[in-house]
């Protein structure tokens, strides 16, 4: 009779159907024509990707492309691993890497000799909460990488406060536009309040913010330039504006001191 003995694996589910309509939706508003049956497996999403190569949207694809992936993890249930196209997949490294790969190698040198059932049974029920544990650590460690990373960002930009850069929308919200700026990849905010020229509406479906009046439309993936607000190390925020938005603004205070001297003019001669 043959004994299914219990093992840690790093698993990986296909995405699901929600995020693949997504970004489909994110694909088409960029003008690439794909549909949900044309993303069936992981290779497909790499030829989108390479479609976009040597293009302003490249990073942006890859990032959202990312996004769309579900996260990969230990289980000793083995569902496969999507992203890498294997039926059945662990990590086999340096067991000073990851606990969960120091596991693999004692189980591969246990399983070399016999095991009795009260091992295996042991084991069916430990290697769940060595999984558990081992995906949660996980989480921090990402969390707190994300975080450094972020906290070396506000301090790099922080001496180019009130400088000019190139950059694309990551992101769109009922709030405001997240910009990348290209050449260093620091994210930061242009919050609707800065968007002064117009009343700008959130337009969800396309992924975009819509002047009310003037139709001026701010869409995911398309190129601006802004100009580095501020850094707050502590909230952990950068803050951009828009420079045309700048240059309008400064327009109008212009036209109304010149309306203002005009009316100052026509009282003197009065």
Do not use: C
Not at 14 to 43: C, M, W, Y
Not at 237 to 259: G, H, Y
């Amino acid at each position: 009779e043959r004994i299914r003995l219990p093992f840690l694996y790093r698993v990986h589910e296909h995405p699901s159907d929600e995020k693949i309509e997504r970004f489909v939706k994110f694909l088409n508003i960029l003008g690439q024509r794909v549909t949900a049956e044309r993303l069936k497996n992981v290779k497909d999403f790499q030829k989108v990707i390479d479609s976009f190569h040597n293009t302003p949207e490249m990073n942006l694809v890859e990032e959202v492309a990312l996004r769309t992936m579900m996260k990969a993890q230990y289980s000793t249930k083995n569902i496969g691993h999507y992203g890498l196209g294997f039926q059945y997949y662990t990590h086999f490294t340096s067991p000073i890497r990851r606990y969960a790969d120091l596991w693999v190698h004692r189980l591969l040198k246990e399983y070399e000799k016999m095991v009795g059932k009260e091992r295996i049974s042991f084991l069916k029920k430990h290697l769940n909460k060595v999984a558990d544990q081992v995906n949660a650590q996980e989480i921090n460690a990402q969390q707190a990488e994300r975080e450094s990373i972020k906290l070396k960002q506000i301090e790099y930009i922080e001496q180019f406060i009130g400088e000019d850069f190139e950059g694309v929308i990551v992101g769109v919200t009922e709030f405001g536009l997240f910009v990348s700026i290209n050449d260093l990849l620091i994210e930061g905010l242009v919050h609707i309040r800065d968007l002064d020229d117009d009343y700008y509406v959130f337009d969800e479906a396309g992924m975009s913010l819509i002047g009310r009046h003037k139709k001026q439309r701010y869409r995911l993936g398309d190129p601006v330039k802004i100009k580095v607000l501020s850094a707050n190390k502590e909230s952990r925020n950068i803050d951009f504006i828009l420079v045309q938005e700048k240059k309008k603004t400064e327009k109008k205070n212009k036209r109304k001191k010149k309306r203002g001297s005009n009316k100052k003019k026509t009282n003197q001669k009065s």
